[in-house]
């Protein structure tokens, strides 16, 4: 009898396991949430808007704040965080861990949704993330966060989408505004400098340009722009590390400020899943990722900056 209950338990791990495995490949961001959720509960974040940008179902971005906001606090810095997926995939509602992250770190998060696939070829992903840039400049005060305090940032195609944004000034330029209402960007596993163009994701979204430099991050350097942070797995073999290591040298080289955490033993999706429960608490990549953001969005005058007007940051990782 006993060997039917063990086998019994046997099955159902393995068939809870494969459902689990299946869930994963459909969208494991989904999961993810659901898991944090589940891991962490709600923390205090609360989702308070769904606003489209745009006609296309996909243009749209969610705004999350304090589920008990203080109306004595001053307006809270703005965390403007934009998903992967290849430029195939994505949704930003299945993100919510990351404003569970990141509320209760003091922030107001916005999670953008732009447009995907055939819809959603370069440019349309830089012009989708510009116009949530300009809506949460317009708009976030009333959400109760500060327009003047936004950082940006991203994973995989997401980082992508903000670096370029925030490199290339034509796309903000054309909402009239100048990349300096970002004050500061994060790339998590980023491509910035992927010629030639050699994946299904890539050719599908940029190979229809005939000089394809021109969507390349690192070609568009300069040293007026945002301060940035990027962050990638050192075993990442999707998006290689050389993508930061370049962009980071190249801003640099320029007159701009980066730093680039490399983190050892972690793949390309690690640097995300460090942002949800129960993986949250065993790395400190929301303590990295908010301590920039909160050192960039200091007010002149106040601390967060050294003399050479460097932002410092506390980074227990190892850094290049």
Known sequence: ??????????????????????????????????????????????????????????????????????????????????????????????????????????????????????????PAMLEDTANAIAWTHAEIAAYGGDPDRIVVAGHSAGAYNVVMTTLEEQWLAQRGLSPQVVTGVIGLAGPYDFLPLDSESTIASFGHLEDPAISQPVEHVRPDAPKMLLIHGADDTLVRPRNTHVLTERLKQAGGHALSVVIPEMEHNDPLISLAEPWRSRRDIVGLVAGFAHAVSTRQGEAGQSEAGETSVPVQARTR
């Open 1 to 122: 009898m006993i060997w039917w209950i063990l086998g019994g338990i046997a099955l159902v791990v393995l068939v809870a396991g494969v459902g689990l495995q299946m869930a994963i490949a459909r969208n494991g961001p989904a999961v993810l949430s659901a898991v944090d959720r589940i891991s962490g509960g709600p923390r205090d974040a609360e989702m308070k808007a769904r606003i489209p940008t745009g006609s296309h179902p996909q243009q749209q971005l969610i705004v999350w704040g304090p589920a008990r906001p203080d109306p004595a606090e001053a307006p809270l810095p703005v965390l403007l965080f934009t998903h992967g997926g290849s430029w195939r995939s994505g949704n930003p509602v299945d993100y919510g861990f990351i404003a569970r992250a990141f509320v209760p770190e003091g922030f107001i998060v916005v999670l953008v949704g732009y447009r995907l696939g055939e819809d959603g070829i370069y």
